[in-house]
């Protein structure tokens, strides 16, 4: 069947119609019969006209679309003009009704048996596991001496945490939501929750061992600088008391859970936000005695080299930490602390002698509002400061400081009702005046507080003088180095790096899901840490892979989208009572294919596999995973 134009021309004007016409089988050999006028159809364009022609045959044929909406009423009201005309039979030279394909009817296939089962996600896994092969992680595993069945839990635990974290209790039925068996080529059925926290137990002394191995290999594959790398801590709260684990600690929380017991975690990243490496600490850690931890532990995995430069941030820019890494052989560039400012003000007003520089979005979020920072270089005392203003920052410190002075100045207000109601004690009184500054620090170096001879009553003002050194320092902060060979752009740039230090700490804790851990062992927490971290290392690589071929969006959008191509059994019935298994993966669409093509992978997932099942029985051409390799696996993993 197919659609012929005619025309005819009256008056010089052109009219044109359209006839659905039908090949029909004469004596005389081949006709061409009109079925019906379709008069001036809409549907002109080529592919519009092929569509209208195979549903007509489908609905002349009898067969249903499983889509509602691809019910065409057009083909509906052409098919009731052709039954009307040649009668409920198959007219001559009208469409014969669908039979079964060739192949059918040699297998003795029942098409209205067919159905589809086992349908796993299949799109993020297969990402995983080609990174997980480019990284080279599975000779990495081989070589700190995990035997090829660890090295497949291992994997299979670290693709849990890269694309839907759970516990190891609920790991194991998510292990049979994902196309684990497909992928992976590890049966779901063997894994149990005791077995994973066994591996937790293997993997844990291993760790350093497989993550100064793993730095080694991104170093080659991707070309990474070694002479920069950053430094910051984070920590990571626990649900229950913890209390067989001594580094289960309170301390303070970047969680904002200080009801919480937690551990520290310091990190080390290369200036392309590759892990380095990661110590976790006691959940009591200071920022500044992690430093010479973490330094030497650098130093024993990877042999830092003398001039190397360190970045971190002013939670160890004290004197004892900056010490440590002059006697280590580095460089640092740190920023200062926060009062430390005030002996730069008289520089920070000549506002003529800084320089701007329009500061880029970051490279995970290319739509963010450009904003401009001012720098300016000094040298003091054989080291380099870079006077920084950051327009962003400015509104930021200003709301802050605002907001805490108006909160110190009504905490005030109450302290002198109950000063005047003689409701305090002067210890009492004091010992609060105390809690108001250290609660509102930033406030607290221009507020004067004074308290009359008999601790009756509370005076207390703002020093304007002081006020204004405090408006002057909104969004002011001051960079520290010994590189004096530093330009103050560089030294401005190479510092901002650290936001990849956090950007990773987000990324742990959402959406690797780090935290909370409900490990209470302190070698299964670390074990737990280090299953995020290396999790980490593939979501670096993949979006680092992306950003090279202009595609700037997170793993957690991909892993979203990735998630709707599946791998299936495609199960035909036949006659004799035998089912045809067809296991394959579902055609990719056009976004998951543009995310293959952009990371460089196959688009295939599987190869097909057959397999005839006849009452539980089943033997293929291509034998899946039979019970003898999951008992061998079994013995191989203890």
């Not at 890269?162 to 063997?190: C, N, T, Y």
């Not at 979020?365 to 962003?392: A, F, I, T, W």
């Amino acid at each position: 069947m197919y659609i012929r134009r005619t025309s005819k021309t009256v008056k010089g004007r052109t009219y044109y119609n359209y006839l659905l016409v039908a090949s029909v089988k004469t004596p005389a050999g081949p006709r061409q019969r009109t079925l019906c006028s379709l008069g001036a159809l809409s549907a002109d364009s080529a592919s519009q006209q092929e569509r209208l022609v195979e549903r007509i045959g489908d609905l002349m044929g009898g067969q249903a679309h499983l889509l509602a909406e691809s019910d065409d009423p057009l083909a509906a009201a052409l098919v009731r003009r052709i039954k009307a005309r040649f009668g409920p039979g198959s007219p001559d030279g009208a469409p014969e009704p669908r039979q079964s394909p060739k192949w059918a009817e040699v297998l003795g296939i029942c098409p209205e048996g067919i159905r589809s089962e086992q349908l796993r996600e299949a799109g993020p896994l297969h990402v995983a596991n080609c990174f997980w092969h480019r990284l080279g992680l599975s000779e990495v595993l081989r070589e700190a001496g995990l035997n090829p069945a660890a090295v497949q839990l291992t994997q299979a635990m670290v693709a849990n945490r890269l694309i839907q974290p759970k516990s190891e209790l609920a790991m194991v039925k998510w292990f049979g939501r994902v196309a684990l068996e497909d992928v992976l080529e590890i049966s779901p059925d063997i894994l149990n929750d005791d077995r994973l926290y066994r591996h937790l137990d293997c993997l844990h002394p291993r760790r350093e061992a497989i993550e100064t191995a793993l730095a080694a290999r991104e170093e080659r594959l991707f070309n990474l600088e070694r002479s920069i790398f950053l430094y910051d801590l984070t920590s990571t709260y626990f649900e229950g008391l913890a209390q067989a684990n001594p580094k289960a600690r309170r301390g303070y929380s970047r969680d904002h859970r200080p009801d919480c017991k937690q551990v520290v975690i310091g990190m080390a990243l290369r200036r392309e936000g590759f892990p380095l490496g990661h110590e976790v600490f006691a959940g009591n850690q200071h920022d500044g005695p992690s430093l010479p931890l973490m330094i030497e532990s650098l130093r024993r995995r990877f042999a830092l080299r003398a001039g190397d430069t360190i970045v971190i941030d002013r939670g160890m820019a004290d004197a004892i930490s900056l010490a440590t890494i002059r006697q280590a052989g580095l460089h640092y560039i740190v920023a200062t602390r926060q009062n430390e400012r005030q002996r730069f003000l008289a520089d920070f007003e000549q506002f003529e002698a800084f320089t701007e520089i329009i500061r880029e979005p970051s490279p995970t979020n290319p739509g963010q509002h450009k904003s401009m920072v001012r720098v300016r270089r000094l040298e003091r005392d054989g080291e380099l400061y870079v006077l920084c203003l950051s327009e962003g920052r400015q509104a930021k410190d200003r709301a802050i400081r605002e907001k805490a002075q108006t909160r110190m100045l009504a905490d005030l207000e109450k302290l002198q009702r109950s000063a005047t109601a003689g409701r305090l004690t002067p210890e009492a009184m004091h010992e609060r005046i105390g809690r108001l500054r250290e609660r509102y620090p930033r406030v607290a170096r221009y507020m004067q507080i004074e308290v009359d001879h008999n601790h009756s009553r509370i005076q207390f003002a703002i020093d304007l003088q002081r006020q204004t050194v405090a408006e002057q320092l909104d969004g002011a902060y001051l960079l520290r180095s010994d590189r004096i060979d530093l330009g103050a752009e560089e030294a401005w740039r190479v510092y901002i790096l650290l936001t990849r230090v956090e950007q990773a700490f987000r990324d742990l804790k959402s959406p690797l899901a780090e935290r909370p851990i409900f490990h209470h062992l302190e070698h299964r927490v670390e074990a737990h840490i280090f299953l995020s971290v290396l999790a980490y290392h593939i979501q670096v690589a993949v979006e680092n892979t992306l950003r090279e071929q202009g595609d700037h969006r997170s793993w957690a959008a991909i892993r979203e989208i990735l998630g709707t191509h599946q791998t299936l059994t495609t199960v035909l019935p036949t006659r004799n009572g035998k089912e045809l298994h067809i296991r394959n993966a579902s055609v990719p669409e056009a976004t998951h294919r543009a995310i293959y093509r952009a990371l460089g992978i196959p688009e295939l997932i599987i190869r097909p596999r057959r397999a005839w099942v006849e009452a539980a029985r089943e033997s293929s051409d291509e034998k899946p995973v039979a019970s003898a390799q999951n008992v061998e696996f079994l013995r191989k993993l203890g």
